[in-house]
């Protein structure tokens, strides 16, 4: 009775699966231990995709992003740590696989340049501050001091009476 | 500090930062760098394309320089750099070994009857496993390899007349005359 099936609503059907069934998601690595899923979840969430660069690998709907969750899957499977997957990764795909760049050589510009920085900026505003203060002491003779008060007065009053 | 000092400073470090902001307009994030270069390739055994029954392996690179080339049918840009590769390896006699990517075997069988086959060989990595090892994360990918199995310098993206002439040719030919 093949022939009876009506193709329309086997299309529509289709269309509200097909949606599902495309994307990727963290629910088919699940472990026994609930502890290991969270460990999972957590490391694929500190590793970096290298088809969508600003996404995660575990938010990643890349293929390859897919590949490699199921590489860490395997590995975790297998018992292996946390830094041996990092250094799996690391030696394929460089450091660019981690968010959080490790200290050395190379990356000594990106850890300690801001406090460079900071520090060079800091020095010339302490100095510019000290000569602020230096040049706070205004030398005026004794007249112009008396002038500047009856300026001062004389302005004072016009003030207090608005009227 | 003297006047001028103080309009010149602020003014020389804008100019810095343009320029570092400038150089970054033109570098592609999308390149990554690979840790592998200066290192042995990674090593891989896999069937040929052609026939399953051959196997092909790092056995395969020693002896002699060679472009290990990262390929698939669905890969858009593999098809533009096709023509490129035919005319290296017919006219300039380089040889390349395919690595053909995640892939169906009959549809490469078939890319290759009809646009022509530049490889020496092809190695069917199907499930993209010995791609993981090579640090692939885009075709077209391709490696150069000198004789003793080490990765020289890696190609992100196709390879154009202008990355073979400025870059690959000028690197093959250096490891071409050490001996």
Redesign the interface.
Known sequence: MIRHIRPIPLLLAGMLVLPLAQAYTLEQFSFKDPEKTEEFRKLTEELRC??C?NESLAASQA??AQ??RK?VYQMMRAGKSRDEIIRFL???????VLYDPPVKLSTYPLWFGPLILAGVGGFFLLRAIKKKKQAQDPDLSPEERDRLAQLLATTGNQQKTPK | MSKSMRFLTPLAIFGVLVLLLFYGLYQD??L?????IGRPA?KFTLPALEDPKVTISNADLKGKVSLVNVWATWCVSCRAEHKELMRLAKVDGVRILGLNY?DDREDAKRWLQIYGNPYVANAFDA??RVG????V??TPETFLVDRNGIIRYKQIGPIDQQVWEKTLRPLIDKLKAKT
Not at chain 1, 90 to 96: E, K, Q, S
Not at chain 2, 32 to 36: C, G
């Open positions: 290298l088809v660069q293929d390859l590949d490699l590489e690391v030696a394929r795909y460089g450091d660019f | 994030p999308h990554v760098p690979s840790p592998l990674p995640k499930d993209g993981i090892d090579w640090g994360y885009g």
